[in-house]
């Protein structure tokens, strides 16, 4: 009888993403390295880098032995469904947010002005002292 894999989504896989329940797709399957974190041999901030991400890349460069390949069979939870498309909401900023924006930036000109002013005013009285002198 054929065993059941339990597909997830990359969605679903980026929310498991801390030290005490972290998660990690490679080659399209999903791990949970949770109760490994403390073994593994990198430290665990390696591990924790890469958590509710797509760590192929990551895990492909460090170039793993046979055994550690065999070792994270252990931890794997079902694969990565690939049928369904991530495609990430866009963010639509409304004319209202934009003059809102633009407001508070209007306001910040307002409130610091005088630095500015300052700063130019005493270059040009340095500037008339100097030539005076000369």
């Not at 989504?9 to 080659?27: G, N, R």
């Not at 209202?96 to 005088?114: D, F, G, R, V």
């Not at 130019?120 to 100097?130: D, M, R, T």
């Amino acid at each position: 009888m054929p065993t059941l894999t339990k597909l997830y989504s990359m969605e679903e896989a980026s929310l498991h993403d801390t030290k005490d329940d972290c998660w990690v797709v490679i080659d399209g399957k999903v791990y949970d390295l949770s109760s490994y974190l403390d073994e593994h041999p990198g430290g665990d901030d390696v591990v924790l880098a890469v958590t509710g991400k797509d760590a192929t890349d990551d895990f492909e460069d460090v170039g793993h032995s046979k055994s550690a390949i065999e070792l994270m069979q252990n931890f794997c939870i079902g694969e990565l469904d690939t049928s369904a498309t991530v495609i990430p909401e866009l963010e639509i900023s409304s004319k209202k947010e934009t003059n809102n924006y633009s407001w508070n930036l209007m306001e910040l000109t307002k409130q610091y002005w005088a630095a500015p002013v300052a700063i130019v005013g005493i270059s040009v009285v340095a500037g008339l002292v100097f030539l005076h002198k000369k």
